[in-house]
């Protein structure tokens, strides 16, 4: 019992800031990407928009391990990075088809009347999607957005086949070292379940915090 | 000669195989309160829409107060600047309270600094009876009250002309009393303005002219005397007769 806290714990722990940086890396370069892609989406011109609607069809059609292998591979085919960084891009450019999809349906939940008033206003389309549509397509995103970042925490766990010493890998070697794999996988369970959840709480108190009034 | 402060000039425009304008013509003076009438899907909120270039005509050519926005040079953003428009939905930015909703243009517009732009926009509040509504979204707010705010966002940026589009067609019955009152006084004031409205008590009241539209043309105007007691066509007497019975009384 108390190799538990004192071996096991410590031990996993020492995963933990990887998965984070690994999590916050892909959920924040997935929304910077993911936003770019939704508003081409929603306000480019055709062929941008149909071109991203394959694109985020496609990788939303696949699993997520055999895109983060394909996205590793052809990374390392380009440039030399690490399979940290390989690993959190790829996840990234993964999560991003998701987050467009969301903030899609955001950006498209504004109604039409919000951008002609702007434009009414002498607002250019650029100052109105920044000052009138973002603020409150982004209000209306969190919900989804929240279960989107529920399953980045979990899927950071992929950069495992990477080699990336995360949590997970972490497990695995305790595992083989102590022979104790059910110990090991169940701490991990434990830890991937209070991200989770503290991330969605997190992310409830943000809407609330921003909900408009009335 | 006095020059128009609106001129259009053969104003085409059609969504496909329909034809919503077929050629209006229209030289509103500085001052002028104009009501636009007409049946349901006769262009009229396309006209109005196609003055600011909210709704981009076919063919034909608009000015206002001297500028051609038809040009495909001009810079329409600051063209609209000082054209207020008055939605039958009211399009108050939903996450912004009152006065917010007011200072925006006006910072990211004018570029007035945030203070001058708040203490303009308490103004306007007031001038529409709601200053002491301005730290309430839009959500908190009445249909009556949300318009209200809609007209002091738009007469915020000093415009040359307002055009209201059925500004009170969404609301409560009891509510459409207080917008008609602001616009009333605006239209006292001397303001420039363009309004599609079934409201005949207000066009009696203010009106300089009526502009009987239907099938995408201009059937007949005249001043309101005119226009209710002695129209020409049949159809004019026949549509005033019905909105009168339908809108006339409450506002009477």
Known sequence: MTEIFSGLIPYILTGLQ????????????????????????????KASSSI??????????????????????????????TPFWAG????AIISSAYQC???????????????MAARTLGMTRLQAIRHIILPQALRQAIPAWSNEAAI???????????????????????????YQPFTAFIAVAVVYFLLTFLTNRGLSALERKLRTPG | MVEP?????????????????????????????VVIIGPSGTGKSTLLRCINQLTVPNSGRVWVDGVELTDPKVDINKARRHIGFVFQDVNLFNHLNALNNISIGLKLVLGMPAPNAKEKALLELKRVGLEQKADLYPGQLSGGQKQR???????????????????????????????????????????????????????REVASRIIFMEHGVVVEEGSPEQMFANPQFNRTREFLGKISELYGKHTE
């Open chain 1, 152 to 178: 980045v925490v979990k899927d950071s766990s992929l950069v495992y086949v990477l080699g990336v010493p995360e949590i997970l890998r972490k497990a695995q070697y305790y595992s083989a070292r102590t």
């Open chain 1, 88 to 91: 959190s891009l790829s996840l």
């Open chain 1, 18 to 45: 990887v998965t984070l940086e690994v999590t916050v890396l892909a959920l924040g370069m997935g929304f910077l990407i993911g936003l770019a892609l939704a508003l081409l989406r929603v306000y480019g011109g």
């Open chain 1, 101 to 115: 999809e969301i903030l899609r349906g955001a950006l498209l939940s504004v109604g039409a009347g919000q951008m």
């Open chain 2, 149 to 203: 705010v809609a007209i002091a966002r738009a007469l915020a940026m000093d415009p040359r002309v307002m055009l209201f589009d059925e500004p009170t067609s969404a609301l409560d019955p009891e509510l459409i009393g207080e917008v008609l009152e602001v616009m009333k006084k605006l239209a006292r004031e001397g303001m420039t303005m363009v309004c599609v409205t079934h409201e005949m008590g207000f066009a």
């Open chain 1, 52 to 81: 991203i609607a394959v694109v985020t069809m496609v990788i939303r059609a696949l699993p997520h391990i055999l895109l983060l292998l394909l996205a590793y591979f052809a990374i390392a085919a380009v440039v030399n990075l």
């Open chain 2, 5 to 33: 402060i609106i001129r259009l000039d053969n104003i085409h425009k059609s969504y496909g195989k329909d034809d919503i304008l077929k050629g209006i013509s229209l030289e509103i003076m500085e001052g002028e309160v």
